[in-house]
Nanobody, 126 residues
Framework: QVQLVESGGGPVQAGGSLRLSCAAS????????MGWFRQAPGKESEFLATIKNDYMTSYADSVRGRFTISRDKAKNTVYLQMNSLKPEDTAVYFC????????????????????WGQGTQVTVSS
């Protein structure tokens, strides 16, 4: 089992920045990749970014250049640095963990991941 706890969300004005954290515990030695998703009211879950054990990253077009995913293995924590925030970035942000390789270079679908955090709300005001 792997437990994930997100933090760092909150209100922010457009153009501002936030850094989300996702602390992992449990069978963390089994983690292969970590990802961030978000879900806005009335919308489907949206992939944002992923990072593998080798620190390779991939981003959704909607956030590339504004968001940065990083990983501190010593702290068992994954971060999502979000800059130049827009009102349309308002959503609940979730981190996710994948425990094994399954044939792709990167993992961008919800079904690719095995464990999920409870989410943290980000609200961007104009």
């Amino acid at each position: 089992q792997v437990q994930l706890v997100e933090s760092g969300g909150g209100p922010v004005q457009a153009g501002g920045s936030l850094r989300l954290s996702c602390a992992a515990s449990g069978r963390i030695f089994s983690l292969y990749a970590m990802g961030w998703f978000r879900q806005a009211p009335g919308k489907e879950s949206e992939f944002l970014a992923t990072i593998k054990n080798d620190y390779m990253t991939s981003y959704a077009d909607s956030v590339r250049g504004r968001f940065t995913i990083s990983r501190d293995k010593a702290k068992n924590t994954v971060y999502l640095q979000m800059n130049s925030l827009k009102p349309e970035d308002t959503a609940v942000y979730f981190c996710a963990a994948k425990t094994s390789y399954s044939g792709s270079d990167f993992y961008t679908k919800r079904g690719d991941y095995d464990y999920w955090g409870q989410g943290t709300q980000v609200t961007v005001s104009s």
